[in-house]
Every structure is written in structure tokens, then in C-alpha cells.
Nanobody, 121 residues
Framework: QVQLVESGGGLVQPGGSLRLSCAAA????????MNWYRQAPGKQRELVAY???????DYADSVKDRFTISRDNAKTTVYLQMNSLKPEDTAVYYC???????????????WGQGTQVTVSS
């Protein structure tokens, strides 16, 4: 059984910062790409940023130069550093990762439970 456990959401004022974490747990053989998505009320879920196992990153235009995605050395935890937050960043943020468990070594996408980020004065 593989799980993605997120933490770090909360309420922050415009211009503030938050750091989200997502840790993969369980019997994991390897993790390929790790992504952060978000979904605002009444909107579709959108890709915010991704990082490959080789460290290649990319971002949605709306968060470029404000958000930074990174992974730990073991490559099982992904972070999203969010700076200069705006009210339009308010959403539920979801971690997503392509994981191969050691039971069958087949890659599958897994989702975290989501963490609420609210940017408001």
C-alpha cells in the first residue's frame, strides 16, 4: 500500500509564504515524476508544478517566479515553497506522484488527500 501524506496548508495574508510537503510512504520501489495540483472552488483541477526524478522542473505561468518545487535527497518527499501569495492562489493543493510499489514494480499515479491553502486579509 502506497500513500502520499501532505502537510503545510493554512491561512496566510496576501504577500505571505507557505511551504507544502508531501511524503510518500509504504513499500515503494521507485518514484518517477512528482506533481502539485490545485483546485479552487468551481474550477477544474490544474497542474501547478512538477519535478522529475532527474530534477527537471516546470511551473504553471501563474506561479512562475513565486513558487519553487523541490525533492529531498531520498526523492520520496516533494515540497512546494510558495512566496508572494495572492488571493487567487486560494485552493486545495494536491500532491500526485508516479510510484512503482515493490509488490509489482508497475508505475501508477497516486494522489494525496489535499491540503487547503487560503490567502486572505
Amino acid at each position: 500500500q502506497v500513500q502520499l501524506v501532505e502537510s503545510g496548508g493554512g491561512l496566510v495574508q496576501p504577500g505571505g509564504s507557505l511551504r507544502l510537503s508531501c511524503a510518500a510512504a509504504g513499500r515503494i520501489d521507485s518514484i518517477n515524476i512528482m506533481n502539485w495540483y490545485r483546485q479552487a472552488p468551481g474550477k477544474q483541477r490544474e497542474l501547478v508544478a512538477y519535478i522529475t526524478s532527474g530534477g527537471i522542473t516546470d511551473y504553471a505561468d501563474s506561479v512562475k517566479d513565486r513558487f519553487t518545487i523541490s525533492r529531498d535527497n531520498a526523492k520520496t518527499t516533494v515540497y512546494l515553497q510558495m512566496n508572494s501569495l495572492k488571493p487567487e492562489d486560494t485552493a486545495v493543493y494536491y500532491c500526485n506522484a508516479e510510484i512503482a510499489p515493490d509488490s509489482d514494480y508497475r508505475y501508477r499515479y497516486n494522489w494525496g488527500q489535499g491540503t487547503q491553502v487560503t490567502v486572505s486579509s
